[in-house]
């Protein structure tokens, strides 16, 4: 069976400038051609889409978290790219380092007008750093509060982690029903 849906298409320039700060897990676990090598892919198409008042910035979280690209303009395409190239999968997984990085991040290039966004890809394996259910709504709520929203996006099979991203996806529909916007 194949579904098509087509949502109401916008030109790029009604839309308020965006702040991404994309959060990628490079665990050992994402060592899959479904998982990080599909991320990069999809991330590249994202990012081909954002314009010169976009931001983005890159944070990955293995072993420890890290700031792999400063927040940059969307018009530095090949930075950008060159970032995402150059993403490879080891360690394990501090998650809630990454998570907490990715959000100070998005709140030290906040724009006030702005879509301000972190996107969490990961194959939901968090098994070292802030894990539980309750601490993660918490941190997530209270960064909604202050305008940076969460989009949770999983990658993978086998040892795709379901429950913990149905967690954070319960958390974010049930914070937020806001959509990405370009």
Known sequence: MHIGLQGKKYSKGKFTPTNLVFLIDVSGSMDDPNKLPL????????AAQLREQDRIAIVVYAG?????????????????????????????TAGGAGINLAYAIAKQNFMKEGNNRVILATDGDFNIGESSNGG???????????????TALGFGMGNYKDSKMEILADMVMEITFTSIQF
């Open 136 to 150: 993660m709504e918490r941190l997530i709520e209270e960064k909604r509060k202050e305008g940076v929203f969460l």
């Open 64 to 92: 420890a978290a890290g700031l792999v690209l400063p927040s940059t303009s969307g018009a530095d395409k090949k930075t950008i790219l060159e970032a995402l190239d150059n993403l490879e999968a080891g360690g394990s």
């Open 39 to 46: 991320l990069k892919t999809s991330f590249k198409m994202l």
